[in-house]
């Protein structure tokens, strides 16, 4: 059978041959008792990128965001979020769940809320209201198609949670592609929030494992928040080794993704009956709309998965691609002649 071309998510990036060799090697010991060496260096190396005091290896970046919203929040809270953030659309609900605070939502455009409509929606000292506890930024964002949010919104945005006593918390998956997109170190990303989650296991193809990151006291609270969700991990080094090989030697590339990407939405562009807003492909994703009467995206994504190629819905008539490190740009090609024959 012929390898398939899989554009679902870079989440599905195999480790490197130098992670397994890391892996293989890795000095360990119990992470639970502070002793696991190689999960210190992580810690440390991914503090230092995003410019925070300290750091928390998590097993995911969706514990990573609970951890921090449980740290961040009491019981009863609100967290404002944009509407189509992963923290509130693809957590499960787990900001009830975990954490029993409420959300309150703002429309996003391209991912980045209105100031205005974020200091609107900040509770005033009431009696019969919740204190807003925690604004939630997301950059790169997801469900915008992967778009950059501007630093200067984010900037923002912080600085009314800032006056109104909000913590910020950066849901930072992919800070790494928004860095690269802006051409700036991935710490002036993160500057303008408290805490930032990233993730190792997506483009930069670690099998496992995010950070979460912060002040020092903030990251010890959240380390024992982790412990309460069961996310103590014992020799967890052989997993935090291969992390070390996606920060030190996995980001220089993620441009290739956004070139194969671009490559993807304007073929995309030029077919009829798939439209896509070019000005969204900013890094590594291309979200498009199916246009051709009677085909909604889950039968388009099915035809493609018969041809090899894999991706996925993200809503009746929208489909979601992703490139990363298993993605050539001749796959891009076969990508886009696959399309083609669907679509004539
Ligand atoms: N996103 C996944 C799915 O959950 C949708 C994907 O394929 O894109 N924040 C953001 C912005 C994310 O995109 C994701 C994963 C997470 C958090 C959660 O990370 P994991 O999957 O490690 O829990």
Known sequence: MSRSIDLRSDTVTLPTDAMRRAMAEAEVGDDVYGEDPTVRRLEELGAEMVGKEAALFVPTGTMGNQVAVMTHT??????????????????????????????????????????????????????????????????????????????????????????????????GARIFNAATALGVPPSKVAAPADSVMFALSKGLAAPVGSLVAGRREWVERARKNRKLLGGGMRQVGVLAAAGIVALTSMVGRLAEDHANARRLGEGIASIPGLAVDLETVQTNMVSFEVNKPGLTALELVARMGEQGVKANATGSSRIRLVTHKDVSAADVDETLRVLRRLLA
């Open 74 to 171: 009491r019981r009863g809270e609100e967290v404002i979020l944009e509407a189509d953030s992963h923290i509130f659309f693809y957590e499960v609900g787990g900001l009830a769940a975990l954490s029993g605070v409420q959300a309150r939502t703002v429309p996003g455009r391209r991912g980045a809320m209105d100031p205005g409509q974020v200091e609107a929606a900040v509770r005033e000292d009431n009696i019969h209201f919740p204190r807003t506890a925690l604004v939630c930024l997301e950059n790169t964002h997801n469900r915008s198609g992967g778009t950059v949010v501007p630093l200067e919104n984010m900037a923002a945005v912080a600085d009314v949670a800032r006056r109104h006593g909000a913590a910020v918390h950066l849901d």
